[in-house]
């Protein structure tokens, strides 16, 4: 769970007077990317009938995907990069037309980059259950209405296993490699352990073995912020106009879930008690700097995101447990056969570092050992986003041979 955007991923930076200005408008009902906007760098891949795990229908299932790099012709090049919670496919280009933000990982995608497009085959589609063009509560049903509530819960495993439809009506039987952070990082390291036989190198960042009671409790915490906004309306909301959707609700919620995104050192360095304006928030009604940041990041993000959708993957999110069904965490990690590189940052507060090095001792094949490499950063969980610069160093590594 993460900012997975460019412009809110540098560090955290006092709201101005025309920051405050962008957001003076009312918010659409939702945020999502709908059929006849413009389509920017997506690709769309139809993969029809869509089973989840608890047996629910998606009669045509649709990823949106962008790509960048040339397949080799023996197909051996590919590389999957998965987004992480509040992501998209947009992992490198300009802002504009389809594309409300750039990409949020240039540095680490892209011609001599440590992914590098002049040599790889780049894949990063948008999960399943997700808002920028892949089949979600957003889309429209097969009866002419959006699927809203209707949309079925769907599990880690779930997005993986529509993954793995995309691979297949790609032609790829096997990346050359997949790299995830956070919740991007649920999905690599349940593919390298579902689907051995199809993973060569592994990068798993910021990201746990299972979602822990802890975890669970936060996420349920902003689920309820959102279903008690009465602009949700059990999420029948697509058809309400601007302002009267369930962006209180989701703002709301927003806020909660970036206290454990970034770090305490970063946000008590910047802020400290500084004030936001000359009035003072002690009892005269002025507020503190860290809470217009919260406020304007909260509703900024109202504008490129989807209420149901945030739901729907924060119960993907929940139900995040590679050691289910496999006789424990430690038996699945044995199946993992790619080359793997795990990364863990020493001030993330949601996934601590715990958790990756628990990943790293169980699996057999990672390129430093039986810990977790672990970047020091004040940025918290972010540090996955932001320090890119060693990141890529380890990636490079992983991908050298």
């Keep these: 769970m993460d900012w997975q955007i460019s412009e809110d991923t540098v560090p955290s930076a006092f709201v101005t007077e025309a920051d405050a200005r962008l957001m003076a408008g009312r918010p659409p009902a939702s945020g999502a990317w709908q059929d006849g906007d413009a389509l920017g760098q997506r690709k769309f891949a139809r993969l029809g009938l869509f089973t989840t795990e608890r047996g629910d229908e998606i009669p045509h299932m649709r990823l949106a995907y962008e790509s960048w790099g040339e397949l080799n012709a023996d197909r051996s090049n590919a590389v999957l990069v998965l987004h992480a919670f509040t992501g998209d496919s947009h992992v490198r280009g300009e802002a504009g037309p389809g594309h409300q933000t750039a990409g949020w990982w240039e540095d680490i995608v892209g011609p001599g980059c440590p992914i590098d497009t002049d040599r790889l085959f780049v894949i990063a589609p948008n999960i399943l259950g997700g808002c920028q063009g892949s089949t979600g509560p957003s889309s429209i049903h097969p009866d002419g209405d959006h699927w809203g509530s209707r949309f079925p819960f769907v599990t880690i495993r779930d997005q993986v296993d529509a993954q793995r439809a995309l691979a297949d009506h790609l032609g790829i039987d096997r990346w050359h490699a997949i790299v995830g952070g956070s919740m991007g990082g649920m999905h690599a390291l349940e593919w390298g352990v579902t689907h051995a036989d199809r993973v060569e190198r592994l990068a798993v960042i910021a990201s746990p073995p299972e979602t822990s009671a802890d975890q669970i409790a936060l996420n349920t915490?902003?689920?309820?912020?959102?279903?008690?906004?009465?602009?949700?309306?059990?999420?029948?909301?697509?058809?309400?106009?601007?302002?009267?959707?369930?962006?209180?609700?989701?703002?709301?919620?927003?806020?909660?879930?970036?206290?454990?995104?970034?770090?305490?050192?970063?946000?008590?360095?910047?802020?400290?008690?500084?004030?936001?304006?000359?009035?003072?928030?002690?009892?005269?009604?002025?507020?503190?700097?860290?809470?217009?940041?919260?406020?304007?990041?909260?509703?900024?993000?109202?504008?490129?995101?989807?209420?149901?959708?945030?739901?729907?993957?924060?119960?993907?999110?929940?139900?995040?447990?590679?050691?289910?069904?496999?006789?424990?965490?430690?038996?699945?990690?044995?199946?993992?056969?790619?080359?793997?590189l795990v990364v863990g940052i020493d001030t993330d507060r949601l996934f601590p570092i715990e958790g990756q090095h628990r990943i790293a001792n169980g699996i057999p094949s990672t390129i430093h050992g039986d810990e977790?490499?672990?970047?020091?950063?004040?940025?918290?969980?972010?540090?996955?986003?932001?320090?890119?610069?060693?990141?890529?160093?380890?990636?490079?590594?992983?991908?050298?041979e």
Aim: aromatic share 10%; glycine share 12%; no cysteine.
């Design 372 to 400: 977790a490499v672990v970047i020091r950063s004040d940025f918290g969980h972010d540090g996955f986003l932001i320090e890119t610069s060693v990141l890529g160093h380890h990636l490079r590594a992983l991908l050298s």
């Design 221 to 340: 915490t902003q689920l309820e912020a959102i279903e008690i906004d009465p602009g949700f309306a059990g999420g029948e909301y697509y058809e309400s106009g601007p302002g009267e959707g369930p962006h209180r609700g989701l703002a709301l919620a927003r806020r909660m879930a970036m206290l454990n995104y970034r770090g305490v050192v970063e946000l008590n360095k910047r802020f400290q008690r500084s004030w936001q304006s000359d009035v003072s928030p002690l009892g005269y009604g002025g507020r503190y700097a860290v809470e217009s940041y919260l406020d304007f990041h909260g509703n900024k993000f109202t504008r490129r995101f989807d209420a149901n959708t945030y739901t729907r993957l924060i119960e993907a999110m929940n139900s995040h447990d590679v050691g289910r069904g496999r006789g424990g965490t430690e038996d699945a990690l044995k199946r993992v056969t790619a080359r793997t």
